[in-house]
């Protein structure tokens, strides 16, 4: 069984799911170099919960987690199996931090699903979704993913769905919209440690330049951290998006990739 890579994708909006441009476009290309996954964990900036909950549906929906887009959009589904075993097995692994396999409390939101069908194409890898507690430290959440890393051993690829900048109260949707010096400011030096393995200040991300304005919420960019947190000690980091638009972020990051 071939080890599974760690993905991290700065997902933008919903309008990427129906979209041909160069994000999604090095989403296709970095799907055809992974081998294919027993399964996918994702970890999404939608969906948030006191108790850290892993998604045992047998059929995951697909959940529409945004308002005022046209109508094609919510009637998009990514028909995924799901794995009620694979998802207990997962919980297991997080016990210290008293997590639960839940069926019919969740399902596929848009950061996964918008994402996955670039990657993946055909709907046919189980998925399963892994919530966010905000109220937990950045330094927890890290420790969250290390204690996933070894699931890539087992075919299971990492994905971390979010934005390393995501500011919507600067954004503009314009195609030429500026980039604003702190955004730029911001993903370069996130991107700079990326590189580095320079986690330490990953993790320690309100010291990084203008990291109030980028990071206004950290919902977005803490699914970063569970990517990192599963990166072996042999491998580099590839950034194969580098990207802001607007004031959100593209940024994207593959773990455990031969060299293109």
Not at 48 to 77: I, M, N, S, W
Not at 113 to 129: E, F, K, S, Y
């Amino acid at each position: 069984m071939a080890k599974a890579p760690a993905l991290f994708v700065g997902h933008g909006s919903p309008f990427t799911a129906l979209s041909q441009n160069r994000f999604t476009a090095a989403w296709t290309a970095i799907g055809r170099r992974i081998p294919r996954p027993e399964a996918v964990l994702c970890v999404s900036a939608h969906w948030e919960t006191p108790r850290l909950t892993v998604t045992a549906d047998e059929r995951p929906p697909t959940v529409h987690d945004f308002y005022g887009f046209p109508k094609q959009f919510y009637e998009l589904r990514y028909p995924a199996p799901g794995s009620p075993a694979l998802a207990a097995e997962i919980a297991g692994r997080l016990a210290a931090w008293d997590a639960t396999a839940e069926a019919g409390v969740w399902g596929m939101d848009h950061g996964c699903w918008t994402v996955l069908p670039w990657i993946l194409g055909v709907a046919d890898v189980p998925v399963m979704q892994l919530s966010l507690n905000i109220e937990r430290p950045p330094a927890e959440h890290y420790a969250i993913g290390q204690a996933l890393a070894g699931l890539r051993e087992e075919g299971v690829m990492i994905l971390g769905s979010g934005d390393i900048v995501h500011n919507l109260r600067f954004f503009e949707r314009q195609d030429d919209a500026p980039t604003p010096p702190w955004a730029a400011a911001f993903d370069a030096a996130a991107v700079e440690r990326i590189k580095a393995r320079d986690h330490a200040a990953l993790i320690d991300w309100p010291s990084l330049p203008d990291a109030a304005l980028a990071v206004p919420r950290p919902e977005h960019y803490l699914p970063l951290l569970y990517i990192l947190a599963a990166q072996g000690e042999d491998e580099e980091a590839e950034v194969f998006v580098e990207a802001v638009v607007s004031s959100v972020s593209m940024t994207s990051v593959a773990i455990g990739l031969d060299a293109p």
